[in-house]
């Protein structure tokens, strides 16, 4: 799966697509040569081939349309920082450069966010508009009985955040703070279920704490 972000956590996989205008010809887009101009020190991180076939259609639909897919690439950001990855693609008419930042990091937590998204001079308020939304709350009500009562283990992977069990993506998603604090799926989805989890395995399972 992937958000289609810039910022991601350690790990995570990074689907690249370099796209070029449909008013070139697809015979003229020659190739694309791919190169991680920066990474942040320390990182061992490289680009690699993209498992995505040719089948699977560029990210965006709205691109579809005024877009071809010149190359693909794919990239797991290693350390916390900046990274910037550059797409020379090769035409008749000569090379086009295309740039791209992406931000690799560790999840924070909601109260992480609210420091500068609560309504204050620094960022527009993004926590009270979250917080009311379902999603901040899904969790909860659903491991507490409230939502259905087939709610399983294998339902979470999408009412969390960050749950990615491959052992690369170690970066505070809910997956790792709950092997951290040895959190198992409750075997029976009562009230209490939410309350009983530690604050730092809250955070990950976004309900405000
Ligand atoms: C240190 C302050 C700070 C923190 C902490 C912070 N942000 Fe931001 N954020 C900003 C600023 C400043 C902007 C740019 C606001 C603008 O351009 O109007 C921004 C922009 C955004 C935007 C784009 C908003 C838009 O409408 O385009 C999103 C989404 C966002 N932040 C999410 C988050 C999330 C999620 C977190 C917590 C994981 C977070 N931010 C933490 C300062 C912060
Ligand atoms: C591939 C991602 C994904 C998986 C896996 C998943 N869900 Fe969801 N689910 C979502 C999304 C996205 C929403 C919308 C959340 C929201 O509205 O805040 C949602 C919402 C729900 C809702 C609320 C619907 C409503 O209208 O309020 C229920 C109930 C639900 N899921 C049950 C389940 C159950 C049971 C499972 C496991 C059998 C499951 N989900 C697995 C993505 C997923």
Known sequence: MSGGLFTVGLGQPVYLDALVTNGIPASNVLGVTWILTNVPVGSTAALAPSPLGTNVPIYSPADRA???????????????????ITALVNTNGGNLVLTRGITGSRYMGLQTCALCHSGGAIADDKYTTFTNTAHASFFKRAIDGQESSYYASYCISCHVVGYDTNPLAVNGGFDDVAAQVGWTFPTVLTNGNWAAMTNSLKKPGQHPV
């Open 66 to 84: 005024v877009f071809q897919l010149a190359g693909r690439q794919m990239f797991r950001p290693d350390v916390v920082g900046q990274y910037t």
